[in-house]
């Protein structure tokens, strides 16, 4: 056996920023040197920040990346730390075999890949790329990727070291499956890789069964941080040729997860070069076989793993909203944010969110009420102000309303909706004014059902929970109370539960008429959720959906307001995806659409 | 040789709509056999519409089609068009060898099939189905679609026809470069090919080199229609075994392509079976022969074949416009429409092509006139009102403006853009109150610059002019203008030129606020348009486009105003596409992006 100390570099890049990235990636090197690692990796794409989406087509950002792979190499062994494997993502793109100049399917417009590279020396030691490409979901990797075919096999202090990119562990075949003849002693893999509610241990086992698979141990380095729709919650692990668990880092969070570890010394003596090997789903892998350090280490002491404490259900999902929420608003180059603040509970969780995101000091809220504004919503909406210490104005909104009325005569849908539009303007124009990002207060039931108002409450640049259902949002408000004066890098350390209980239990209502309750047109949520959850998220069909014991009317019914809003849900601003479908990249639907389930 | 009378139905089916698609396909079969078709051919997904997106994930609609594809079998039967060879395609779904739950690369849920069936005799005669799909611009193919693997060859009065899908024809390899060898007299590709302006030449030479390749010749048929952000232009042709063009159906309206073959009868005799064949492209197609009539027909007098006119260039983008919001103001079942009328020209041409689609006594205009209007605007606009016979109302802002302004205190942009969504709120009411749809008047140089206001002038349901650079709305309205009393489906028959000159030629202002003129902050369009053209539809990075010509200064900050707008264009609804790349599906970039294009 031989030991070698690696380091798992969570860091959390910014898409396009490559100057910065690479700074991340030299400060964290850095910590990983300072740490006596004998190797660090970075995640998929970390110098250019993941996904780039269509990016990936333009030649030029193609070459920027290609050249600031090489000044990063070389601003290592400047700085000093030459002498350290570094492995990070980048964007390359292959230049033999494939001369593409216009898309078509397979083969995007200059060939571009998601790669790879190991940086040693002040060079580029290897190169590889993402062999499987994930094309579901919230992925469109056939699009913008060609495949790539190679595994680097890099020897360190005696050890092989293989690395693979992110799908290429999710699916059958390509490097992973050649990876146990390789003789590799470690399997690391590099991944930008999204949260969603409930996958963790769907990751961890899927590691231990690739490392079984590959009969060596396997690290995991995973990004994290929000970029658009995407929260990725790093959770980087380290598990043993057996599948054991060896060492995890904690989610939502920048981390160097360094870890011990006692690996199989190299067997045969070394050669470097490139052997192709055929591999189960048909493609032929080249093994690209390079020596940095042949001998074994001495023997040194071992420091103690470190396996982080899950979060549970609740606290993962609040810490993916606030993360999400806070990248956003910083990577966009906001430092405040303006809501209008309803005295709902929609409202008063956004608010609490983008507290424990920025900071109270920088949250503007905007109370709008209308002639339909019971008492009751503007005192709690003042009570959630005072607890979180959020700046504040009431802006009522009876005069804008009358000047409208003057010279329109409308019923209904068409006035309540005004309302809801004229609040928009408020939050817009203060927006305009004073350069915050508006956050939009939709739920997920909301937008499923198109129980908004399209340039109304809808209107923002940012939702922080359009992909929460309204069950949760309750559940989410909770949570957050019972953690009134804890520390952490999602909660702010307010001295009180920062949501008045008021707010938690007062019957839902838009307050557009008087007296309006969200029960007179949407069943109870209890009820509601569920059937959206099979409907959207699972793609249940009318009868499908009534096998499974839901309501046949409310079935029809739901449905067809879950269609009809599809052209409203086109124009919501993104928010943080935590369901394995959200509404966005996940789940694509004609705006004409005819088809309605019947029986 | 044999003869053969073929028909090609092309048809604007609506998305989802089974049962109204299935309708079409009878009647459009009746009138084939009525003009002596000896087979008709329908559009690719004829009977579900096309694109059907993730719909095709969802079992109960993929089960639908099914069982509309077998109804329909028998309903012609029924209605006396049994023996007429019918070629459709339809939504169907692979059983055997992929039994796939959830959705992976490659392997989409429930592994649906681009397919494309014979019905004959009440029954189905051979199904087949996509097997290159198209994955680039506005297509995700892979995500949803499993590749097919069968040419189906039907003798036909002694002809062997064989039938291909759309992207097949585009694509090097699979079924068609296993035409040739299978001995068919005739390729029939049936096709869901949207328009794109100057694309119409590339289709025809690609079915030229197509029909060339497989030795025979080659009947294309197209859909027509719009829907969503895609216009399908029909245009379906015949070519001869040596690519010369026999017959062609004019653009953008359904019709019957009727034509009179003299193919090569089938040599061999008729064996029905199935017989696999390595393909180039390293697949196995398997050829799938079936015999519906194995002698050649007796002489009969030939028709003439028809050749449809050509339109010019900006006839072609004209009818592209009104085809797609015709569209899709009806089959969202709306029938009238409501937009600001500025006086400018943006909002006139939009007006004048919602005129031609729907009818001007569908057609609402509010003119919106604020303390910064000049008098000319509502001059013009009630000029173009009255030429064109439109509703229109006038509604004058300022009180609404002050009711806002008495509460906040705005200055410069968040004044301009008060008055802009004030203006919205105001059609959006009317909107609601007389459900008219919103038509929104963006053009592509606004859209791309962000050169307009969220929530403002880009609210509504649909944009017409999305896609149209405003050089080229310019030449439209002087082109619409040229066509005054002409009748066709695309222009409503004014008497005098629809677009008062006075609009055509002032100078352009937002008038948001005084003496305001797009060239204080915008370059001139004839210097923008082009470097639009290049960084937009083009993806040239900062030193092509000044190696192109372009203005260092002028790129570098167009560059970051279309970077910095891309949250906007998220929040934009969709309108018709005509040009390579346009903003939606075919154009997909981070909103948070931190990459600048930089020497």
Same sequence: chains 1, 2.
Avoid at 441 to 459: I, M, R, V, W
Wanted: aromatic content about 6%; some cysteine.
């Amino acid at each position: 056996m031989a030991q070698l100390r690696i380091a798992l570099a969570q860091v959390n890049p910014t898409v396009g920023d490559l100057e910065g990235n690479a700074g991340l990636i030299v400060e964290w090197s850095r910590r990983a040197a300072d740490a006596g690692a004998h190797l660090v990796a970075f995640p998929e794409m970390a110098l250019t920040g993941y996904p780039v989406e269509d990016l990936a087509l333009r030649t030029s950002f193609v070459e920027a990346s290609q050249r600031a792979l090489e000044r990063l190499a070389r601003r290592l062994a400047d700085e000093g730390l030459g002498d350290l494997p570094v492995i990070t993502g980048y964007l390359d793109r292959r230049t033999v075999g494939l001369p593409v100049r216009s898309s078509r399917s397979g083969q995007p417009a200059g060939a571009p890949l998601d790669a790879a590279a190991w940086l040693h020396g002040g060079e580029v030691l290897v190169r590889s790329a993402k062999h499987h490409l994930p094309n579901y979901g919230v992925f469109d990797e056939y699009r913008i990727f060609v495949r790539g075919d190679r595994l680097p096999v890099v020897r360190v202090h005696g050890v092989d070291v293989a690395t693979v990119i992110c799908e290429d562990l999710w699916q059958d075949g390509g490097p992973v499956s050649v990876t146990g003849g390789s003789g590799a002693g470690l399997l690391l893999a590099v991944n930008a890789s999204p949260y969603e509610r409930d996958k963790d241990d769907v990751r961890l086992d899927l590691c231990a069964e690739r490392a079984r698979e590959a009969g060596c141990a396997l690290a995991y380095v995973n990004m994290v941080g929000g970029q658009d729709e995407l929260v990725f919650d790093g959770d980087s692990v380290i598990v043993g040729p057996d599948g054991a668990l060896l060492a995890r880092a904690p989610k939502f969070t920048e981390h160097l997860l360094v870890a011990d570890l006692a690996l199989p010394a190299a067997g045969s003596p070394a050669e470097p070069g490139r052997t192709p090997v055929d591999a189960p789903d048909g493609t032929t892998i080249t093994i690209d076989r390079h020596v940095l350090s042949p001998g074994t280490l001495p023997a040194y002491p071992v420091e103690p793993q470190a396996v982080a404490e899950p979060l549970d259900d609740l606290a993962e999902v609040y810490a993916a909203l606030v993360l999400g929420t806070r990248d956003y608003v910083r990577k966009n180059g906001f430092r405040s944010v303006v809501l209008g603040l309803s005295g709902g509970i929609d409202s008063a969780l956004v608010a609490t969110i983008a507290s424990d995101a920025i900071g109270p000091e920088n949250v503007h809220a905007v109370l709008l009420p209308s002639r339909y504004s019971s008492e009751g919503s503007v005192v709690d909406a003042e009570d959630l102000v005072k607890r979180q210490g959020l700046n504040s104005r009431i802006v009522p909104i009876a005069d804008m309303v009358e000047a409208f009325e003057k010279h329109l005569d409308l019923h209904g849908l068409a006035d309540e909706n005004l309302q809801a539009r004229i609040r928009a303007n408020v939050w817009m124009a203060l927006s305009n004014e004073h350069g915050h990002l508006v956050l939009t207060g939709g739920n997920k039931s909301e937008l499923a059902t198109g129980y908004s108002t399209l340039y109304g409450d809808s209107a923002g640049g940012f939702g922080p929970i359009k992909d929460v259902f309204k069950l949760t949002v309750w559940e989410l408000a909770r949570w957050r109370n019972t953690q009134a004066g804890v520390v952490s890098p999602f909660l702010h350390p307010f001295a009180q539960e920062p949501i008045p209980e008021a707010i938690i239990v007062k019957e839902p209502s838009a307050e557009l008429r008087p007296g309006q309750r969200d029960r007179d047109t949407l069943p109870e949520y209890t009820v509601l959720d569920p059937l959206l959850t099979d409907y959207v998220e699972r793609d249940m069909g009318r009868d499908a959906l009534v096998a499974a014991g839901h309501d046949p009317s409310l079935v029809e019914r739901t449905i067809r307001l879950v269609d009809l809003a599809e052209y409203k849900r086109r124009q919501y601003p993104p928010g943080p995806k935590i369901t394995p479908k959200n509404f966005g990249r996940d789940r694509r639907l004609p705006i004409t659409n005819a088809w309605r389930e019947r029986t």
